[in-house]
């Protein structure tokens, strides 16, 4: 049990970052409007587990422009897939210990 | 995506409150000390978390006395069995949305 606990990763804790992780390791990148509906969260709820993931360096940010517009695009760090992944392998070992 | 952010459980985003809810899932009832060598967290860490999930009434507690001494067992509920199964169902869906 202590385990699987311990794997478990402090950052994905919220159901939020759980869905923008799960979200990005899937789609190349997306944008901050993609990711709100995809969630169906508000803005400042979204800015702010966004900021919390930037900070871990689990995702990083793109800022271009498009037809003069600011675009930003969220992707995926190779460290983030990677703390993703062990993480989703500790859920599935709490999933296993319940079968 | 949505759907599998929304069948996620508040309750249940701590990685203690998961320990909390898996140890009592497949354990008929657990002690204090049980949970805490279980789940290697403090006391006060331990307690609120069992605190926030008896709130939910998704564990009980049972106060009885061995050899005239105090002893307090943990149970989930019916309903707190039925929340967990549905969380995990709800990991279950992530997970594969991964593979």
Redesign the interface.
Known sequence: ??N???D?N?AF????R??IM??L??NDTLDFTALKE???VTDGNLASHIKALEKEEYIGVNKTFIDRKPNTRYFITKQGKKAFEEH?TA??K??K??K
Not at 13 to 16: C, F, H, N
Request: avoid cysteine; proline fraction near 0%; hydrophobic fraction near 55%.
């Open positions: 049990m202590k699987f606990i311990d478990l402090k804790e919220s159901r939020v759980l869905g799960a979200a390791a899937v995809y969630l169906d989703i859920l599935e709490l999933i210990s319940q």
